[in-house]
């Protein structure tokens, strides 16, 4: 079992920044998969980042350029460096864990971002 504990979101400006941070419960090193997802009011989860095997990276087309993913192993931490956010950026994001065919999620944490 992985627990998943989510930290950093809140409400910002549109054109700032936030870095949200996610530690799981057992050796990040290990997992097949981290990364997030959000999910906005009336829309399906999405993509935001993902990291796989430690080598691969994958984001969502609407926050390519402008997030960032990264893990430090030795903390069990994984990050999402979140720069020039826009509204449409507002949504619960989820952390994720792909580990020996099963799927882990925080319980997320709420980004807004205001005009």
């Known amino acids: 079992q992985v627990q998943l504990v989510e930290s950093g979101g809140g409400l910002v400006q549109a054109g700032e920044s936030l870095r949200l941070s996610c530690v799981a419960s057992?050796?990040?090193?290990?997992?097949?998969?981290m990364g997030w997802y959000r999910q906005a009011p009336g829309k399906q989860r999405e993509l935001v980042a993902l990291l796989t095997h430690g080598i691969s990276t994958n984001y969502g087309d609407s926050v390519k350029g402008r997030f960032t993913i990264s893990r430090d192993n030795a903390k069990n931490t994984v990050y999402l460096q979140m720069n020039s956010l826009k509204l449409e950026d507002t949504a619960v994001y989820y952390c994720?864990?792909?580990?020996?065919?099963?799927?882990?999620w925080g319980q997320g944490t709420q980004v807004t971002v205001s005009s």
């Open positions: 057992g050796s990040s090193f290990s997992y097949d998969a």
């Open positions: 994720y864990v792909g580990w020996r065919g099963n799927h882990y």
